[in-house]
């Protein structure tokens, strides 16, 4: 049987490497699609870029800051817009949302679908995001799907496995995988650490909580609150 | 009544220009997107441009040539493979279409209408399209219109003014409109002049012949017989 080939939207991310090792597992040919659309979290894709070398993976890399001008209304795209902390499912975090992104993203993802003749796109996103992300949406994914069967004389599926997943379901998946997650980047800060704080921090730290099981992330706040522990035991 | 606001992705040839026009003589503010892909005829942007700056609009212009690499199977995209010629309705002219061309670009003005808490996003598809190219046809455009209005919390509309008119119609309405035809370009081979014989060639040169009306386009096949036949002339 010949191998499906599909192209990933790879952020870099929990959920898309998931996707990533779950496509490998289930004999997909996987081209890892990396966009580079001006996220202020942009050390995602360096570290998308390792867990392909880790692989032995090319990934494809489109520089799209282009069109930034065109999507500067979110705190992901626009240096002068603070990011949210808190809850993922506050309200607040709708300032993360980035104008039509993912229909942005998987667009190229089909059209190298297409040009690559390949069967599917594959995109990781999980239940988690209904209620921030209108582009995450079963929905919204379903007239893409369609969508992506009409846009050329050659069809393309859109999979996205992890549709009715929740975070801790992918990441039960992944670890079963071996997934490498110390080496996936989530904070929508970009700074040296995980913050801990922001959206997909607390979600991210939520997913290995509630499944009992080690995060292998270092946080910022986590570390914060170690060294003031410390300095008072030292104080007493 | 506040206007209406509306993206409107603005090529430089004879349909968007047309629906540019059209817009403004039913009250739209119009917001032109032109976008670089790195199409061989990128000679239809300067067009663009040209045309705006008439109308003291200005445009944004996005370029996309990081793309290249995913769209590198047409004529239009690769100077390695050559423009067809020919009715631009013949199976040969499938060389030309660009892998999912249309759903980049819409995605592409749908974010900028998001942002601009724009009412619609204008596309001048038209009915000659549809036996070519996939993401012209009826049920494509249906299907993205539903996307872009699940796509945000700002809902979009995607209006396509010519999708069921041919483009004898369009020009018929533009001629009312007084479309500066002279100013727009069409040919996908982009060199000095419109070439004649490319699949848009020959579609431009019909739309002005059905109407009985002076197409005010130098075509390079015309001057050429000309020569030929001045020279006949002259050598009796």
Same mark, same amino acid.
């Given at each position: 049987? $010949? ?7 790879? +952020? /870099? ?5 998931? %996707? ?21 979290? +942009? $050390? ?6 390792? &867990? ?13 800051? %282009? ?5 500067? !209304?979110? *705190? ?9 902390? /808190?809850?993922? !499912?506050? #309200?607040?975090?709708? =300032? !993360? ?10 667009? =190229?993802?089909? *059209? ?5 003749? %390949? ?8 239940? @988690? ?11 919204? &994914? ?12 050659? +069809? ?13 379901? &992918?990441?039960?998946? /992944? =670890? ?19 913050? /801990?704080?922001? @959206? ?9 909580? =509630? ?14 609150? #170690? @060294? ?6 030292? %104080?007493?």
């Amino acid at each position: 049987m $010949k191998a499906e080939k599909a192209v990933l939207l790879l +952020s /870099g991310g929990l959920d898309s490497t998931t %996707a990533l090792y779950h496509l490998r597992a289930i004999q997909t040919e996987v081209f890892p699609l990396l966009i580079h659309y001006g996220q202020r979290h +942009s $050390k995602e894709l360096a570290a998308a870029r390792r &867990i392909c070398t880790r692989l032995n993976l090319k990934p494809m890399l489109v520089d799209l800051r %282009a069109i930034q001008p065109l999507i500067s !209304t979110s *705190s992901q795209t626009n240096e002068a817009i603070e990011v949210p902390e /808190g809850h993922y !499912t506050e #309200e607040s975090m709708k =300032l !993360t949302v980035v104008p039509n992104r993912n229909m942005v993203m998987l667009s =190229l993802a089909i *059209s190298w679908a297409v040009s690559l003749k %390949a069967d599917r796109v594959v995109y990781a996103a999980h239940a @988690g995001d209904h209620t921030i992300y209108p582009d995450c949406r079963p929905e919204f &994914i379903q007239t893409m799907n369609q969508a992506a069967q009409l846009c050329d004389w050659h +069809s393309v599926e859109l999979f996205s496995p992890f549709e009715n997943w929740t975070k801790s379901d &992918i990441v039960r998946r /992944g =670890l079963e995988l071996r997934v490498p997650y110390e080496e996936t980047w989530s904070c929508y800060k970009g700074l040296a650490l995980h913050c /801990g704080k922001c @959206g997909t921090c607390v979600e991210r730290k939520e997913a290995f909580a =509630l499944l009992n099981v080690v995060d292998p992330t270092v946080y910022a706040d986590e570390i914060e609150e #170690e @060294g003031t522990a410390n300095h008072h035991v030292m %104080a007493t």
